[in-house]
């Protein structure tokens, strides 16, 4: 091969090394966020996130949202993550258990005083790091937790007083402590798959639910309910899950721009959340519901049923996790009562 030829075949090959190394540099990132509900706070939050870290990379990462489980049951969503086959999944922490039994440590009932007052706790600078490095050893990287609702009760008959509960079979979670939750009221907690109460009222495997009052009204429980009793005996939190095979791909800067979106939105969320609530409430009453609240009196029995919970079932959990986090959680729910 002469000098000329040599040379230009040197240059022909660098040209296309840099076009190629170009095209990979500017390739966007994507980005696939699933959650199980829609048409709510954690839907709007999952849009804004998007939105706001395709806004701070520059269009480098395409984030896109799949609302209502598209992208597969929980289970599946999270064994995703852990994969790197999904980057992002929202949801009440709760769902994680199977990942660690310590994420349920933030349902605990009785603690919190408001919405805010909870949201406050959770990210208290003692407990937040603590709790978000829970799934860390599993593939998953949690930034960003908020307050999406208090918990509310959804049944077939009314609910206005705590006797009120004696007899019913109420869908929980399957978890001890949501069990318990209900009976101490003299109710029989029943573990169901969300997606499943509704068919299940209206075959009367059970009397009725304890969730979220914005989720429930979204998934047509005033179909088959027609009382709600707004209790917020406890409050359901959200967190933002992510892939850490997937983090580990991306530059520092988009990784550091993925985790400080999603954890700088939560307070906007969280706010969000709480004033959605009326909406739904509304929402409930045009549907035909009877909305009801305890009296002062029945609350305040209400929650004293709730608070000796906490300690009862985590302060000797046989998860080293759970007996670590919860007094720290305590500790902060006093620190951040403003009351």
Not at 67 to 92: H, V, Y
Not at 253 to 261: F, K, M, S, Y
């Given at each position: 091969?002469?000098?000329?030829?040599?040379?230009?075949?040197?240059?022909?090959?660098?040209?296309?090394?840099?076009?190629?190394?170009?095209?990979?540099?500017?390739?966007?990132?994507?980005?696939?966020?699933?959650?199980?509900?829609?048409?709510?706070?954690?839907?709007?939050?999952?849009?804004?996130?998007?939105?706001?870290?395709?806004?701070?990379?520059?269009?480098?990462?395409?984030?896109?949202?799949?609302?209502?489980?598209?992208?597969?049951?929980?289970?599946?969503?999270?064994?995703?993550?852990?994969?790197?086959?999904?980057?992002?999944?929202?949801?009440?922490?709760?769902?994680?258990?199977?990942?660690?039994?310590?994420?349920?440590?933030?349902?605990?009932?009785?603690?919190?005083?408001?919405?805010?007052?909870?949201?406050?706790?959770?990210?208290?600078?003692?407990?937040?790091?603590?709790?978000?490095?829970?799934?860390?050893?599993?593939?998953?990287?949690?930034?960003?937790?908020?307050?999406?609702?208090?918990?509310?009760?959804?049944?077939?008959?009314?609910?206005?007083?705590?006797?009120?509960?004696?007899?019913?079979?109420?869908?929980?979670?399957?978890?001890?402590?949501?069990?318990?939750?209900?009976?101490?009221?003299?109710?029989?907690?029943?573990?169901?798959?969300?997606?499943?109460?509704?068919?299940?009222?209206?075959?009367?495997?059970?009397?009725?639910?304890?969730?979220?009052?914005?989720?429930?009204?979204?998934?047509?429980?005033?179909?088959?309910?027609?009382?709600?009793?707004?209790?917020?005996?406890?409050?359901?939190?959200?967190?933002?899950?992510?892939?850490?095979?997937?983090?580990?791909?991306?530059?520092?800067?988009?990784?550091?721009?993925?985790?400080?979106?999603?954890?700088?939105?939560?307070?906007?969320?969280?706010?969000?959340?709480?004033?959605?609530?009326?909406?739904?409430?509304?929402?409930?009453?045009?549907?035909?519901?009877?909305?009801?609240?305890?009296?002062?009196?029945?609350?305040?029995?209400?929650?004293?049923?709730?608070?000796?919970?906490?300690?009862?079932?985590f302060s000797n959990h046989k998860n080293a996790d759970i007996r670590r986090l919860y007094p720290i959680l305590k500790a902060a729910a006093v620190r951040q009562?403003?009351?």
């Open positions: 091969m002469t000098s000329t030829l040599r040379k230009f075949a040197l240059t022909s090959a660098s040209i296309a090394a840099s076009f190629g190394f170009a095209s990979i540099a500017s390739a966007q990132i994507d980005m696939k966020i699933g959650y199980p509900t829609t048409a709510d706070p954690q839907h709007d939050y999952a849009v804004k996130f998007v939105a706001e870290v395709n806004k701070r990379t520059n269009g480098k990462i395409k984030g896109r949202v799949f609302p209502t489980s598209q992208l597969g049951k929980i289970p599946r969503q999270i064994e995703s993550i852990q994969l790197g086959s999904q980057e992002g999944f929202f949801a009440p922490p709760g769902f994680l258990q199977g990942v660690n039994k310590a994420f349920q440590v933030a349902d605990v009932p009785g603690l919190f005083a408001d919405h805010q007052h909870a949201h406050r706790s959770l990210n208290d600078p003692s407990f937040k790091p603590l709790f978000s490095a829970l799934g860390e050893n599993k593939g998953i990287t949690i930034s960003g937790v908020w307050i999406y609702d208090g918990a509310s009760y959804m049944a077939t008959k009314p609910i206005g007083k705590i006797a009120d509960f004696r007899g019913l079979k109420i869908r929980v979670l399957a978890t001890e402590i949501e069990r318990l939750s209900v009976a101490t009221l003299g109710a029989t907690g029943v573990p169901i798959p969300f997606t499943e109460v509704v068919p299940s009222i209206q075959r009367k495997v059970v009397d009725g639910a304890r969730t979220s009052l914005v989720v429930a009204g979204k998934a047509k429980f005033p179909t088959v309910t027609n009382n709600l009793t707004i209790t917020n005996g406890y409050y359901i939190p959200c967190i933002s899950a992510f892939s850490k095979v997937w983090l580990s791909k991306l530059s520092k800067e988009h990784r550091a721009i993925v985790l400080d979106t999603a954890d700088e939105l939560s307070n906007w969320a969280s706010a969000r959340s709480e004033s959605f609530v009326s909406k739904m409430i509304a929402e409930w009453k045009k549907s035909g519901a009877k909305v009801a609240y305890f009296s002062d009196a029945e609350q305040k029995d209400y929650m004293s049923r709730l608070k000796p919970l906490g300690d009862k079932v009562d403003v009351r």
